[in-house]
């Protein structure tokens, strides 16, 4: 079963438009991962937030984590078309094992 | 680096047939995943390699998928005999040691008819 549960499932936008996606999941991690996939192609990873950490960035990205909440937000500053993507977050339990995925947020950003 | 490559990006079998999916992690990279993802299930991993040695295999769907790791720069996963439930695109990717994020191979597309 998927760990991550993402919300919400599709978001179309406007280019220059934020885009949010939150991503929800069941047990204790040691961090949270959001990788993007362009249609047809393999994953590619974004960013990493650590369980001791609330919120990070990485130029346009900006990521929260709520462990309290077990949730985490991924939000996409003045977006472009070229971010249409799926956008999935993975949880890895024990650093650097096994992670788990979940179900993804395919965003549309309409030029 | 090329990074991960994934041989063959389109596999088209009729089913019963055996499959052969290969995969060559980036050099240096002591771990391989393979997983499969679907519409219906999402992405899931289905096995893990250290060091070539099989970790975790408790998400390979049944005994007609094997996989294996005969040296540090190659990767094969089979399906024998392939059903048209397989059909799926399988991703290979790998990390290094001390790394906590994976790199994926662009993923081979399989149908079976």
């Known amino acids: 079963s998927q760990q991550g549960e993402e919300d919400p499932q599709a978001l179309s936008i406007q280019e220059g438009e934020n885009a949010t996606m939150n991503c929800s999941y069941k047990t204790s991690i040691n961090n949270l991962q959001w990788y993007r996939q362009n249609s047809g192609r393999g994953l590619v990873h974004l960013i990493l937030i650590r369980s001791n950490e609330r919120e990070k960035h990485s130029g346009r990205l900006r990521v929260t984590l709520d462990t309290s909440k077990k949730s985490s937000s991924l939000l996409i500053t003045a977006s472009r078309a070229a971010d249409t993507a799926s956008y999935f977050c993975?949880?890895?339990?024990?650093?650097?094992?096994?992670?788990?995925f979940g179900g993804g947020t395919r965003v549309l950003v309409k030029p | 680096d090329a990074g991960v490559i994934q041989s063959p990006r389109h596999e088209v079998t009729e089913m019963g047939q055996e499959v052969t999916l290969r995969c060559k992690p980036i050099s240096g990279h002591d771990y391989l995943f393979w997983y499969r993802q679907t519409m219906m299930r999402g992405l899931e991993l289905l096995i893990y390699f250290n060091n070539n040695v099989p970790i975790d295999d408790s998400g390979m769907p049944e005994d007609r998928f094997s996989a294996k790791m005969p040296n540090a720069s190659f990767s094969t996963l089979k399906i024998q005999p392939s059903e048209p439930r397989d059909s799926a695109v399988y991703f290979c990717?790998?990390?290094?040691?001390?790394?906590?994020?994976?790199?994926f191979g662009p993923g081979t597309r399989l149908l079976v008819l």
């Open positions: 990717a790998s990390r290094p040691d001390r790394g906590e994020t994976q790199y």
């Open positions: 993975a949880t890895d339990k024990a650093a650097g094992n096994k992670l788990t």
